[in-house]
């Protein structure tokens, strides 16, 4: 069992910035990927921003590209950022926090769709226009 903890969302003007945190404790002994995704009222879950366990590849929806910072914070590879910038509205959504361990992925991530094997609660980001 993985565990997974966000914390960093929160309320922001339109150009504000925010950054998310993922802490994951637990069974993190392999070489896990980690992503973010998020999910607005009457939408699907979509990729946001997905990293792999050495933190070289990373993957981003074409929304965020130049806006939002994928990155590990730690050298034990169990917790990752998503600093977001020139927030939109259109950002507004509950971003989870995500983790594949089934397979290796030091220099791979998993297909970008909710095929991840672990989840956090979530955490609101809403952008005021």
């Known amino acids: 069992q993985v565990r997974l903890v966000e914390s960093g969302g929160g309320l922001v003007q339109a150009g504000g910035s925010l950054r998310l945190s993922c802490a994951a404790s637990?069974?993190?002994?392999?070489?896990?990927?980690m992503g973010w995704f998020r999910q607005a009222p009457g939408k699907e879950r979509e990729l946001v921003a997905a990293?792999?366990?050495?933190?070289?590849?990373?993957?981003y929806a074409d929304s965020v590209k130049g806006r939002f910072t994928i990155s590990k914070v730690n050298n034990k590879n169990t917790m990752m950022n998503l600093q977001m910038n020139s927030l939109k509205h259109e950002d507004t959504a509950v971003y989870y926090c995500a983790a594949k361990t089934s397979g290796d992925y030091y220099y791979t991530l998993p297909p970008p769709s909710p095929v991840y094997d672990y989840w956090g609660q979530g955490t609101q980001v809403t952008v005021s226009s």
């Open positions: 990293i792999s366990w050495g933190g070289s590849v990373t993957r």
């Open positions: 637990g069974r993190t002994f392999s070489r896990f990927a």
